[in-house]
């Protein structure tokens, strides 16, 4: 380990993930590599894949715990940063900071593993939804949390939202939604936008708007994200 530690400094490597095959069975060896790394290299951004999940799938493993690395550094930061400041302001105690399943943790646990607040914003919203129900006698509901790039539904049953493990590639534990802007861009061309028609499923919907360059816009201008899809300007979805 002494020499890959080398290797990554001669890099400029500014953190390190572990993933060991069997770690989800067993974490003692990643807790002894995870040690040994802090040993040698006190200043690197070290995770490892069993701070995150005990998930049996590696590959899945390893995405989550090198992309919750690739952000460390910058994410430890810019708490360390926020908590400095809110102090200056007169706040007494850290902020807690919204995780990814509907839960908080604290700015320290968090800036050790940030990828668990890659979709604290949805959560917070799918979290406050199941609340306002439970005040209003309404406990399944079905919540849209609506930001600037993305809409996200999730099925609120019993006052609580559902937990699963993360989508795609990533397994960090988060609350159960469904993306509907962009996978229904990609199907159906049913996007947020400025005109309303009727596509082939017989539902109103909102038409897409291409840009100067052709591409075909998936969100409200002030945001950036332009999906992949390609349309003329003038020319009318497709179905």
């Given at each position: 380990m002494p020499a890959t530690l080398d290797a990554f400094r001669a890099e400029g490597v500014e953190a390190v993930a572990v993933c060991l095959l069997h770690a989800y069975a067993n974490t003692a060896h990643e807790v002894a590599a995870l040690e040994e790394i802090r040993r040698l290299w006190p200043e690197v951004s070290v995770v490892a894949s069993h701070q995150?999940?005990?998930?049996?799938?590696?590959?899945?493993?390893?995405?989550?715990?090198v992309l919750s690395a690739y952000v460390q550094p910058v994410a430890a930061r810019y708490l360390g940063k926020l908590d400095a400041g809110l102090k200056s302001q007169g706040l007494k105690k850290s902020p807690y900071i919204m995780q990814s399943n509907c839960g908080v943790d604290s700015l320290e646990a968090t800036s050790a593993v940030p990828i668990n607040m890659v979709e604290g914003g949805p959560a917070s919203?799918?979290?406050?939804?199941?609340e306002l129900g439970k005040l209003i006698g309404e406990e399944n509901i079905l919540a849209l949390d609506i930001g600037g790039t993305t809409a996200k539904c999730s099925l609120i049953e019993g006052g609580e939202a559902r937990e699963i493990s993360g989508e795609m590639i990533v397994t960090a534990p988060c609350a159960a939604s469904c993306e509907i802007a962009a996978s229904l861009a990609n199907r159906f061309g049913v996007i947020v936008g400025r005109r309303k028609w009727v596509d082939q499923m017989k539902a109103t919907a909102t038409k897409p708007w291409p840009t100067s360059s052709g591409q075909t816009r998936a969100c409200p201008i002030s945001s950036p994200a332009i999906s992949g899809r390609r349309?003329?300007?003038?020319?009318?979805?497709?179905g």
């Open positions: 995150i999940t005990r998930e049996w799938r590696e590959y899945e493993r390893t995405n989550t715990a919203g799918f979290w406050g939804a199941a349309s003329r300007p003038g020319a009318a979805p497709r």
